[in-house]
């Protein structure tokens, strides 16, 4: 939840010889592409309308599995397929804890980059400096701090921010094919949730690879693996009956 769209750069750099275009996207001011709490489904939707494609799959990642969630079932013309990356509408106390304090608690600047990475325990020096910008007295992070204070205000208070939306519901009004896929080690998607998972949807598969929540930052080989079957069969099965185009969009 802590990265912006380069984060999927080696996932989208040798994409599935059917799949001649991939484009990822981070929530606008979430990263590098400019209030996270705005980017909905039409925002989504717009980023295709501005690639000129017509269909596509989606492909997100926590928070992005929400936002692909509600593109895929309110805009169903629009979406070939629907892939959720260690995604379930009941974040796991754990997870859900840790997220709150490593965000909640992030300074409005660090010193160095060096020290932001000690923060968020990450040692990818190009990343973290794609992810900052240059502030007075240090580093911040390139997001906008309400998604931070969202957070602040959970250790605070305790209560979570209304997301105005039944994600579960969502998930069973989606009509293309859903894979999710879970961390094994995941501390935000819970074993009891697959089930649940299941129950919403007939449409949706789920799949485990060896990883915690960042599965494709942890295990990029064992992400490609579990995903590239999923568009394969999107390919041979969905395509060339709907004239859908070869295209994803991951977040």
Request: proline share 8%.
């Amino acid at each position: 939840m802590t990265g912006p769209a380069p984060d999927w750069d080696p996932s989208t750099a040798d994409p599935p010889a059917a799949y001649d275009h991939m484009r990822a996207t981070c929530p606008v001011a979430y990263g590098t592409t400019g209030d996270w709490a705005v980017f909905k489904h039409a925002d989504i939707v717009r980023v295709l309308d501005h690639l000129g494609w017509p269909r596509a799959v989606l492909v997100g990642h926590s928070m992005g599995g929400r936002s692909a969630t509600c593109a895929a079932a309110r805009q169903p013309e629009r979406i070939a397929g629907l892939a959720l990356i260690d995604f379930s509408p009941d974040v796991a106390p754990a997870g859900g804890q840790r997220v709150a304090q490593s965000v909640g608690n992030t300074p409005d600047a660090f010193a160095s980059v060096e020290e932001a990475m000690k923060y968020f325990h990450h040692s990818d020096r190009e990343r973290y400096e794609a992810y900052l910008r240059p502030v007075a007295g240090g580093y911040a992070p390139k997001r906008d701090p309400f998604f931070r204070n969202q957070f602040r205000r959970v250790l605070e208070t305790g209560e979570r921010p209304k997301l105005g939306v039944d994600l579960w519901q969502l998930i069973g009004e989606v009509r293309c094919p859903v894979l999710s896929m879970r961390g094994g080690r995941s501390d935000m998607y819970a074993v009891e949730a697959k089930e649940k998972m299941r129950a919403a949807n007939a449409r949706l598969a789920i799949v485990e690879v060896d990883a915690g929540h960042d599965i494709a930052g942890e295990n990029l080989q064992g992400f490609l693996a579990a995903l590239r079957p999923f568009l394969a069969s999107l390919e041979e099965k969905a395509m060339p009956a709907r004239g859908i185009d070869p295209r994803a969009v991951v977040e």
